[in-house]
């Protein structure tokens, strides 16, 4: 079983998202092409596609604007996998993901998340990368609970400077 991970933002932020809509959830390539005509009225200059994702508890790909938070994308619950995706047409005018990451810092997932995130993928189907195009690997610092993402291997707090642990502490 995957681990599900429950959020762990501002407080102010889980607020704010009980009056937002939570993420479109994503059976079928015809819901995210609806989802893409209907609430996405421009895209990138490549044609590109961002959205904010989680992955539900019933391992349910829900999306929404790239510029809403996680934790309303998922509609205050916890989640399987958060993050940023992108689609892009291919030239049969089918939809694919080309970029995919898990960067929350509501949720701060592991990369392990992803077996969550492909299969809910493949359950679409959904053509997509192999692994997580950008991995983010979060810590919180034991000393002054911040929220850090380990760079280059650098286990160090970026706001009081103590090391920062070396497996996954927001559970």
């Not at 829900?62 to 689609?87: K, M, P, T, W, Y």
Request: aromatic content about 10%.
């Amino acid at each position: 079983m995957d681990r599900l991970y429950k959020y762990v933002g501002p407080a102010e932020i889980r607020l704010q998202a009980w009056s937002a809509a939570p993420g479109w959830r994503i059976f079928a390539l015809s819901d995210l092409e609806r989802w893409i005509v209907e609430m996405i009225p421009e895209r990138e200059e490549d044609g590109s596609v961002w959205a904010t994702f989680v992955v539900d508890c019933d391992e349910v790909l829900r999306v929404a604007d790239r510029h809403s938070e996680h934790v309303a994308c998922a509609g205050g619950d916890a989640v399987l996998a958060a993050g940023e995706i992108a689609f892009s047409e291919d030239d049969r005018g089918t939809f694919e993901v080309v970029e995919i990451t898990n960067q929350s810092t509501g949720y701060c997932p592991e990369p392990e998340s992803w077996s969550a995130v492909r299969a809910a993928l493949e359950r679409i189907p959904l053509v997509h990368p192999e692994r997580f195009t950008q991995e983010m690997i979060f810590r919180r610092c034991n000393r002054c609970s911040g929220t850090n993402i380990v760079k280059d291997g650098w286990f160090e707090c970026g706001e009081c400077g103590a090391e920062l642990p070396g497996a996954w502490n927001f559970g």
